[in-house]
């Protein structure tokens, strides 16, 4: 596919063209000194100098809430699919990796059309980083940069942007663009310089070890002192799993309109570290120690979902659980390298 | 316009099955048979589970209780919870949202020719009976077959009519215990663990498959460790919060194991790896 060079003059010509199209246009905006992903309303809205955004794009892929049936109460269940042709702008390599790491759980074994139906209507404009974050270790995971799962992948340039359009939907994107050009091998060359600059900025935190490492690492750990030690502070709030960008559990629940006579079923996030995540009918709790639901989510990220997804780790760095824990002991990094003091690999 | 997969098939969308038969076991549990509207049948293998689906209510997992060598299925409700208690509520002809069968069930081509001994603790007897079942439609596949079956009280006792009539057939042989003393009881008193030394010459060379609530497990374990049963003929069926019923929701996870998936039935030498599963 082509590489091309926007002036940013250009780019936000092209942008605005986007949102005053038929498909929704999100985008990362400003909110406060912080920044989220929602709805442009216009190109000046779109920030693509973000350091990280309070929560993962996963809510397009797998909203808060989303429905997956509608009934009538004595009668047949009716799918809903409700997912809209969507462009996303501005998603960072390391929450483009995590979407990819959900497409691989979500279309294997038993294929799920809700979220799959969602990920096929998104056109994916990912954007290499500008400003590190506080907490980023993205590339201590090897999330700094990503390879594939976006349509086009933007890099900044300085006054204007590398446009790569890596597949048929994102080269239908670009064509839309007044004034692009193809980009030079000198463009090209200085993307490298870019990616090659945030292998050493998003690292704020430095695993001590290689991501493929941490299976065997955790092989050896499941008595640790460390849980104990770190879960005795938790609050079991849940904050690390709904900000993070490569947590996907969730709960089914009903819920029947007044009348009685109809309904929906609809998923919501849930995590393991809340209390009543392993409840089963009975009120027996499966993981009733909060030490070992501190340990589950940590050996989900270092163990238990890399061996679902070809061993890839499932933390991509993006350091959001890091700021989100008020007791500030979510970070996976710190706990990996205190395991690492004590165990020979 | 929606460029989607929405004509692909939807894993979480139940169909409806009726009931043709139903009858109270005990006082918390009830016995329902269900046909699938669609005229299919489930086409489950013993041990495997159904997500049952009551609208407005929510979904629970339920073991299948009986043999695929029966039309239509049976399932074996205790009341506790929502949608346990609707489904309590509901008489023949009423309707039911059913998803699967999920669960890999009992591995049957490891159990050919092999005698099997059932060791049951209370409603754990509800997923065992598909096999027991299965087994006395299809003695050529199997050895003997030998029940252990403990409840709490008399009046907890169920499927008491077919127990009657295992007894009185040659293919299989059953021992019944109950913990608690009863006046209109003769038989053993005392909890299931007792009866295996009964059974000593079965404990080596058997599948010996365990079914009960939580707390069985250890004792029966500790139980047959005292027989050198090997561990790899040990089989445990395993209760877990099971949601999605497809691996996604990651409720049923014991470390990395997915229960709906690769459970709820595991050979006990293959939980070693799986601190959390007993
Ligand atoms: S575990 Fe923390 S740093 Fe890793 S991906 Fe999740 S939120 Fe980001
Ligand atoms: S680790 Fe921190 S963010 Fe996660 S549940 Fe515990 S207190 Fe909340
Ligand atoms: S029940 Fe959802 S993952 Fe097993």
Same mark, same amino acid.
């Given at each position: 596919?082509?590489?091309?060079?926007?002036?940013?003059?250009?780019?936000?010509?092209?942008?605005?063209?986007?949102?005053?199209?038929?498909?929704?246009?999100?985008?990362?905006k400003?909110?406060?000194?912080?920044?989220?992903?929602?709805?442009?309303?216009?190109?000046?809205?779109?920030?693509?100098?973000?350091?990280?955004?309070?929560?993962?794009?996963?809510?397009?892929?797998?909203?808060?809430?989303?429905?997956?049936?509608?009934?009538?109460?004595?009668?047949?269940?009716?799918?809903?699919?409700?997912?809209?042709?969507?462009?996303?702008?501005?998603?960072?390599?390391?929450?483009?990796?995590?979407?990819?790491?959900?497409?691989?759980?979500?279309?294997?074994? $038993?294929y799920?059309?809700?979220?799959?139906?969602?990920?096929?209507?998104l056109?994916i404009?990912?954007?290499?980083?500008?400003?590190?974050? $506080?907490?980023?270790? #993205?590339?201590?995971?090897?999330?700094?940069?990503?390879?594939?799962?976006?349509?086009?992948?933007?890099?900044?340039?300085?006054?204007?942007?590398?446009?790569?359009?890596?597949?048929?939907?994102?080269?239908?994107?670009?064509?839309?663009?007044?004034?692009?050009?193809?980009?030079?091998?000198?463009?090209?060359?200085?993307?490298?310089?870019?990616?090659?600059k945030n292998?050493?900025?998003l690292?704020?935190?430095k695993?001590? =070890?290689?991501?493929?490492?941490?299976?065997?690492?955790?092989?050896?750990?499941?008595?640790?002192?460390?849980?104990?030690?770190?879960?005795?502070? =938790?609050y079991?709030?849940?904050?690390?799993?709904?900000? =993070?960008?490569?947590?996907?559990c969730?709960?089914?629940?009903?819920?029947?309109?007044?009348?009685? $006579?109809?309904?929906k079923?609809?998923?919501a996030?849930?995590?393991?570290?809340l209390?009543?995540? #392993?409840?089963?009918?009975?009120?027996h709790?499966?993981?009733?120690?909060?030490?070992?639901?501190?340990?589950?989510?940590?050996?989900?990220?270092?163990?238990?979902?890399?061996?679902?997804?070809?061993g890839?780790?499932?933390?991509?760095?993006?350091?959001?659980?890091?700021?989100?824990?008020?007791?500030?002991?979510?970070?996976?990094?710190?706990?990996?390298?205190?395991?690492?003091?004590?165990?020979?690999? | 316009?929606?460029?989607?997969?929405?004509?692909?098939?939807?894993?979480?969308l139940?169909?409806?099955?009726?009931?043709?038969?139903?009858?109270?076991?005990?006082?918390? %549990?009830?016995?329902?048979?269900?046909?699938?509207d669609?005229?299919?049948?489930?086409?489950?293998?013993?041990?495997?589970?159904?997500?049952?689906?009551? /609208?407005?209510?929510?979904?629970?997992?339920?073991?299948?209780?009986?043999?695929?060598?029966?039309?239509?299925?049976?399932?074996?409700?205790?009341?506790?919870?929502?949608?346990?208690?609707?489904i309590?509520?509901?008489q023949?002809?009423?309707?039911?949202?059913?998803?699967?069968?999920?669960?890999?069930?009992? +591995?049957?081509?490891?159990?050919?020719?092999?005698?099997?001994?059932f060791?049951?603790?209370? !409603?754990?007897?509800? @997923?065992?009976?598909?096999?027991?079942?299965?087994?006395? +439609?299809?003695?050529? +596949?199997?050895?003997?077959?030998t029940?252990?079956?403990?409840?709490?009280?008399?009046?907890?006792r169920?499927?008491?009519? %077919?127990?009657?009539?295992?007894?009185?057939?040659?293919? !299989?042989?059953?021992?019944?215990?109950?913990?608690?003393?009863?006046?209109?009881?003769?038989?053993?008193?005392?909890?299931?663990?007792?009866?295996?030394?009964?059974?000593? +010459?079965?404990?080596?060379? /058997?599948?010996?498959?365990?079914?009960?609530?939580?707390?069985?497990y250890?004792?029966?374990?500790?139980?047959?460790? %005292?027989?050198?049963? @090997?561990? %790899?003929?040990?089989?445990?069926?395993?209760?877990?919060?099971?949601?999605?019923?497809?691996?996604?929701?990651?409720?049923?996870?014991?470390?990395?194991?997915?229960?709906?998936?690769?459970?709820?039935?595991?050979?006990?030498?293959?939980?070693?790896?799986?601190?959390?599963?007993?």
């Amino acid at each position: 596919m082509s590489i091309k060079k926007l002036s940013k003059e250009d780019f936000k010509s092209f942008v605005s063209g986007l949102i005053s199209s038929d498909d929704k246009v999100v985008g990362v905006k400003a909110k406060g000194n912080r920044f989220v992903f929602g709805d442009l309303e216009s190109a000046d809205e779109l920030r693509l100098d973000y350091d990280v955004t309070l929560l993962p794009p996963k809510k397009y892929v797998l909203p808060q809430v989303e429905t997956l049936m509608t009934y009538e109460v004595k009668g047949e269940y009716k799918t809903e699919c409700n997912a809209e042709p969507t462009v996303l702008l501005g998603v960072h390599p390391y929450d483009m990796v995590a979407i990819n790491q959900m497409d691989a759980i979500f279309s294997q074994d $038993e294929y799920d059309s809700h979220y799959m139906a969602r990920r096929e209507n998104l056109t994916i404009v990912a954007c290499d980083v500008v400003n590190a974050s $506080e907490n980023v270790f #993205a590339a201590s995971m090897g999330s700094a940069t990503v390879k594939d799962g976006f349509d086009v992948l933007l890099t900044d340039l300085g006054d204007s942007y590398l446009v790569d359009a890596a597949t048929e939907k994102g080269e239908a994107l670009v064509a839309k663009a007044a004034g692009a050009a193809d980009a030079t091998d000198e463009d090209i060359a200085k993307r490298k310089q870019v990616w090659q600059k945030n292998e050493e900025a998003l690292a704020k935190h430095k695993l001590n =070890c290689k991501t493929s490492d941490l299976p065997g690492l955790l092989d050896k750990s499941y008595n640790h002192p460390v849980w104990e030690e770190k879960a005795k502070v =938790c609050y079991s709030c849940g904050s690390c799993t709904s900000t =993070c960008p490569t947590c996907y559990c969730f709960d089914v629940q009903d819920d029947v309109a007044w009348n009685l $006579e109809t309904g929906k079923r609809y998923r919501a996030w849930d995590g393991c570290l809340l209390e009543k995540f #392993a409840n089963v009918a009975g009120d027996h709790n499966f993981r009733q120690r909060r030490e070992d639901r501190f340990r589950h989510r940590i050996y989900r990220k270092g163990k238990y979902v890399p061996a679902k997804i070809g061993g890839q780790v499932a933390c991509v760095g993006c350091g959001r659980c890091v700021g989100a824990c008020t007791p500030g002991i979510a970070n996976p990094v710190e706990i990996y390298n205190r395991l690492l003091e004590d165990t020979n690999l | 316009m929606c460029a989607c997969s929405c004509g692909k098939k939807d894993i979480y969308l139940p169909e409806l099955a009726t009931i043709t038969d139903r009858k109270m076991m005990n006082d918390t %549990e009830v016995y329902i048979r269900l046909t699938l509207d669609s005229g299919e049948e489930l086409g489950h293998k013993p041990g495997q589970f159904v997500e049952v689906s009551v /609208a407005g209510l929510g979904e629970c997992p339920i073991s299948i209780s009986s043999s695929p060598t029966v039309k239509g299925f049976d399932l074996v409700i205790r009341n506790a919870g929502s949608v346990t208690n609707a489904i309590h509520q509901m008489q023949v002809g009423d309707k039911l949202g059913i998803r699967g069968p999920y669960g890999s069930g009992y +591995d049957l081509d490891t159990l050919a020719g092999k005698d099997l001994v059932f060791i049951c603790g209370g !409603i754990g007897l509800v @997923p065992q009976r598909s096999l027991i079942n299965y087994a006395l +439609d299809k003695p050529e +596949d199997f050895g003997k077959v030998t029940v252990l079956l403990g409840t709490k009280d008399f009046d907890q006792r169920f499927y008491q009519d %077919e127990i009657a009539a295992w007894h009185a057939n040659d293919a !299989i042989n059953v021992l019944e215990t109950i913990d608690v003393e009863h006046e209109k009881w003769t038989g053993n008193v005392g909890v299931v663990t007792n009866l295996i030394p009964k059974i000593e +010459d079965e404990l080596t060379d /058997a599948a010996i498959l365990v079914c009960g609530p939580p707390i069985m497990y250890k004792f029966v374990l500790m139980a047959l460790a %005292e027989y050198e049963t @090997p561990l %790899e003929n040990i089989y445990v069926n395993l209760e877990r919060r099971m949601k999605c019923g497809v691996g996604k929701c990651g409720h049923c996870q014991m470390n990395d194991e997915y229960v709906c998936q690769s459970g709820p039935v595991y050979n006990y030498s293959e939980l070693g790896a799986v601190p959390e599963a007993i």
